[in-house]
């Protein structure tokens, strides 16, 4: 197990009489990272993270959380942890500070902490207002916003997200996604969030793992999955300044070696679309130059992850031969 990861499996496996949920996973997210665990609904995403909360026990292989092995030590992992469940409970009758104050308590922290505390999370989800009505009169996304505010209480150094937006309206997911940005950026959490939101994993995560029929099939920045399909196509947008419009652009970006399609942006003056087999922005930028076209942007744009994580589904079911 490496000393640098805050959360490592290896060969993790669970199975559930005939069924294999997870397949000798290996995975390791370093300290202060965001990673994503994506995949459909019974990937194995959440068996997984009940095995690295020590919830349930691993039918081979091992976990380590911050050092510790949650199959041996799950209290300590549980102190230094935050989870957020997919469906999160808590006392219906009790408000939503209460059932803050509550957790706080779990957490042996002093009472004027935990108040100060508590009033600051009750606003970063925004349930100020609500934070006294009793939490059987919350919505879903309300739940799911005390849930985050919840694991926060006790300043975990893990944070770990199951699904933490279903059920939040667009507004509040904007929201969410910033808090889950702060907790790596500011307070040095590292954050596992698992969903099978595609956009909102792209959004906020450094890397993403891809998670099919129990195994994790790839692992790295949607950058780094994206150039691993070399067959796929490759997006160059061009800006060039107003004074270069005079200049046959598109004969001379179509006479480049792989060049599918050249589009002018008519919305945009100045703004051009290159779809090519491979990476030719220094080609293009070559090319620009020699024409006396000043440049204003060069860029590859970056697949989506919905595209990629499709590619990555295929190439498994084929793999397996169903």
């Not at 939040?168 to 910033?178: F, M, N, Q, R």
């Not at 024409?291 to 919905?306: M, Q, S, T």
């Amino acid at each position: 197990m490496s000393v640098e990861a805050a959360v490592e499996a290896r060969g993790l496996t669970k199975r559930y009489g005939d069924t294999l949920a997870v397949d000798r996973l290996d995975l390791a997210i370093r300290a202060g990272e965001i990673f994503g665990l994506l995949g459909p609904n019974g990937a194995g995403k959440t068996t997984t993270i009940l095995m690295l909360l020590g919830l349930t026990e691993p039918t081979a292989g091992q976990a380590r959380v911050l050092g510790m092995d949650p199959a041996r030590r799950p209290l300590e992992v549980k102190r230094r942890v935050g989870y957020v469940p997919d469906d999160v409970g808590f006392y219906g009758p009790l408000t939503g500070r209460e059932n803050l104050r509550y957790t706080a308590r779990l957490n042996r922290l002093p009472p004027a902490e935990a108040e100060e505390r508590i009033g600051r999370l009750l606003a970063e989800v925004g349930l100020a207002e609500a934070a006294d009505r009793r939490v059987e009169t919350y919505s879903r996304g309300m739940r799911q916003r005390l849930g985050i505010a919840d694991a926060l209480v006790k300043e975990p150094e893990v944070a770990i997200l199951d699904e933490p937006t279903v059920g939040i309206d667009p507004e509040g997911v904007t929201d969410i996604l910033a808090l889950i940005r702060s907790l790596a950026r500011d307070r040095g959490a590292t954050v596992l969030l698992s969903s099978h939101l595609l956009h909102q994993v792209q959004s906020i995560c450094d890397r993403v793992g891809i998670f099919i029929g129990g195994r994790l099939i790839a692992v790295g920045p949607v950058h780094e999955l994206a150039e691993r399909f070399e067959a796929g196509p490759v997006t160059i947008e061009v800006g060039v300044a107003a004074d270069g419009e005079g200049v046959d652009l598109r004969q001379r970006l179509r006479d480049l070696g792989g060049v599918r399609e050249v589009v002018r942006d008519e919305r945009e003056p100045g703004r051009w679309r290159l779809v090519a087999d491979r990476d030719l922005r220094p080609a293009v930028a070559e090319t620009l130059v020699r024409a006396g076209v000043p440049v204003r942007y060069l860029h590859r744009r970056e697949e989506e992850l919905d595209e990629l994580y499709r590619r990555y589904h295929r190439k498994a079911v084929g793999d397996d031969g169903r």
